[in-house]
């Protein structure tokens, strides 16, 4: 989906930053270019993919991978699933709240990320089978909102430890395990 060392890394991403800023620029941990998204207001800063609503990505991988930057600050992304009653849901991952809430089209997963870089894998077919009984089909939509530094968003088969991956997608003593606590 992206990846901040490309020459374009938004290029199929639509960039939305009306009270805050989205910038590539070097991170001084990982001695890399990344992107960050950065605001007062979590909601008015972000980036989507596709770049038209009109558009889905489609993807049948079930585990949606973020390698990004705790910047201690309000962050949230979102995750827009086609379930196997033909229904889109969403998942809205965040670090403000602190409990899981299940509505017919929107559940809201808290996040807790270690301090600096953080490697978030959020399985969809297990969230869409426990928030809602049915099957996850694909993913259709992928938006990130301030206030985060990103290196990588991809989608991928299964979970991968860290050896069974091309040195390139690592991030030397960097990544840390993170959980999302789910709490009905």
């Known amino acids: 989906m992206t990846d901040s060392l490309g020459n374009n890394p938004l290029q199929i991403w639509d960039k939305h930053a009306s009270k805050g800023t989205i910038q590539r620029l070097e991170d001084g941990d990982i001695k890399s270019e990344v992107i960050e ?17 009109e558009d889905v990505l489609a ?7 973020l390698t990004i930057r705790n910047m201690e600050k309000y962050f949230s992304f979102e995750i827009h699933v086609l379930d196997s009653t033909g ?3 969403r998942f809205c991952v965040n670090n403000f709240q602190t409990c899981c809430r299940i509505k017919p089209e929107i559940c ?12 978030v894998q959020f399985n969809l077919m297990d969230f869409t089978k426990r928030a809602y009984g049915t099957n996850f089909i694909e993913a259709q939509r992928i938006i990130i909102y301030a206030n985060c530094r ?3 968003v991809f989608f991928s088969d299964k979970p991968y430890r860290e050896d069974e ?6 991030l030397i003593n960097c990544v840390m ?8």
């Open 37 to 53: 998204l950065s605001s007062n207001t979590v909601c008015e800063t972000f980036i989507s993919c596709p770049i038209s609503s």
């Open 59 to 65: 993807i049948k991988l079930p585990f949606l991978i």
């Open 87 to 89: 229904v889109q849901r």
């Open 108 to 119: 809201t997963v808290p996040l807790r990320m270690e301090p600096g870089w953080n490697t």
């Open 150 to 152: 990103l290196r990588r």
């Open 165 to 170: 991956i091309p040195t390139v997608y690592w």
């Open 177 to 184: 395990p993170v959980f999302i606590r789910e709490t009905k």
